[in-house]
């Protein structure tokens, strides 16, 4: 337990401060008294709102170009690290080290200042990154980052599923956490459960754009909550734009069409007869689309959805290995194949790329389309406001990104922060696990 009611923290990658707004918390509830003596962040737009919301001692840029003893002694550090591709030298040396990588300078400053403890922050996906075997429970990535730890730490890992912290969406972190002298029990945190409609305002204005009209003359709003709107996948949640006929007229034989040929494109034989490398959604010919679809007036059919727009007209695309340093894979059309159809619209096409269902936790939210998700009222719908995605996240009401509100350009800044950013509840949790065993 403590002995001294003071911890010194810095923050890395620090993004919105939603890691240290979870410490904080943990720290002022388990009787400590918080210091963040160093923050580093490089994005223009995440510093400005660092600046607007906390106070600073020490507010750097990029964390690669500040040697480990320019930043003051501290007790705990704490990072959300990209995850960038790991060095691999030559095909039988395999995993190597962690030169070259962020992750580096979080083990450069932790071997030079010696603190005593970290709660480090990552994506899933770290997991089983350049995982060798499927059997195999993480890959060389995650290994090699707990090797690196355990020289001097004691350190344990967890996915932890924010749902399941009183935040309304279901978002699967990893979190790496170490001290000098215990294993952080990362287990049976208590489970609070909360859906979308909790964090709505009210009185927020419905859109009255074309777009939501189209919508709201096919569906009701209460028929909207829970859908996504996406021409390339689907299922029982999901709009099309042929549906609402976003593009122009589609008669019931052309929606069939559409519907039959959406799913047929990923289908793995295909790629056989045409080829190519399987690719998850193939442009087939007249006669291909024949083989499954025959109708007399089926050319008639596709020329008319291109010119719409709901088809295009294209190559198949090989499977090519690029120049990049390492190297990786890319697919470029084939031109020695002759064109197919294909669906045109992917997922960010629309205005909306889907709504949340008020009675339901929402899925993972991402930085891509933050700016796209729907909410659903009684009488309308709307976009998400920056209020309500602060609190899918778990930010308190006093955080504020009203600066970042002044045009659709910074709106969109202040949406990307947030689809990058913590969920402030799991960190709190964490670090109560961590202070409550932190000896100073």
């Known amino acids: 337990m403590k002995n001294n009611n003071k911890v010194r923290f810095i923050d890395l990658f620090a993004g919105l401060g939603g890691i240290r707004i979870g410490f904080e918390q943990a720290a002022l509830e388990t009787g400590f008294k918080a210091e963040c003596v160093f923050t580093s962040e490089i994005k223009t737009s995440a510093i400005a709102a660092l600046q607007n919301n906390f106070e600073h001692h020490d507010l750097a840029g990029d964390i690669t170009k500040i040697h480990a003893n320019q930043i003051p002694d501290f007790d705990v550090l704490l990072a959300g690290f990209p995850c960038q591709a790991f060095s691999v030298a030559g095909k039988q040396k395999g995993f190597v080290d962690t030169r070259g990588t962020l992750f580096f300078d979080i083990e450069r400053i932790l071997e030079e200042k010696k603190p005593h403890g970290f709660i480090l922050e990552n994506v899933e996906g770290l997991v089983l990154h350049d995982r060798l075997n499927k059997s195999d429970k993480i890959g060389q990535t995650l290994e090699t980052i707990l090797n690196s730890l355990k020289k001097k730490y004691k350190v344990n890992y967890r996915v932890l599923d924010s749902k399941e912290f009183g935040v309304p969406q279901s ?3 990893i979190f790496i956490v170490g001290t000098r002298k215990k294993i952080i029990n990362l287990e049976n945190f208590d489970k609070h459960i909360n859906t979308v409609g909790t964090i709505l305002e009210n009185d927020v204005e419905f859109s009255n ?26 299922g029982s949640k999901n709009i099309h734009s042929w549906d609402i006929e976003a593009k122009g007229k589609v008669s019931n034989v052309q929606k069939e069409l559409l519907n039959r040929l959406f799913k047929e494109r990923r289908k793995k034989h295909w790629a056989t007869k045409i080829g190519i490398d399987w690719m998850d959604g193939m442009p087939l010919t007249h006669d291909q689309i024949g083989s499954f679809f025959n109708h007399k007036d089926l050319h008639k059919f ?8 709901y088809l295009t007209l294209e190559h198949p695309k090989k499977k090519i290995l690029t120049n990049d340093a390492p190297p990786v894979f890319d697919r470029v059309p084939d031109t020695t194949k002759p064109k197919g159809y294909n669906i ?17 936790i929402a899925p993972t939210l991402v930085a891509m389309d933050m700016d796209t998700i729907g909410v659903v009222g009684e009488k309308g719908i709307r976009k998400l ?15 504020n990104l009203d600066f970042l509100c002044d045009s659709e350009l910074n709106k969109r800044k202040a949406y990307d922060l947030l689809g990058n950013s913590v969920c402030v509840p799991v960190v709190k949790a964490v670090s109560k696990r961590l202070l409550e065993n932190l000896e100073l």
């Open 171 to 173: 978002r699967r972190r």
């Open 209 to 234: 754009t074309k777009f939501s009209k189209l919508l709201l003359k096919y569906y009701k709003p209460e028929e909207l909550e829970g859908k996504f709107i996406k021409d390339k996948r689907g």
């Open 302 to 309: 596709l020329d008319d959805l291109v010119e719409k727009g």
């Open 344 to 360: 045109t619209s992917g997922k960010l096409s629309f205005e909306y790329s889907h709504f949340l269902n008020p009675n339901a």
């Open 385 to 399: 406001t920056i209020r309500e995605g602060l609190r899918l996240f778990g930010f308190p009401d006093t955080y």
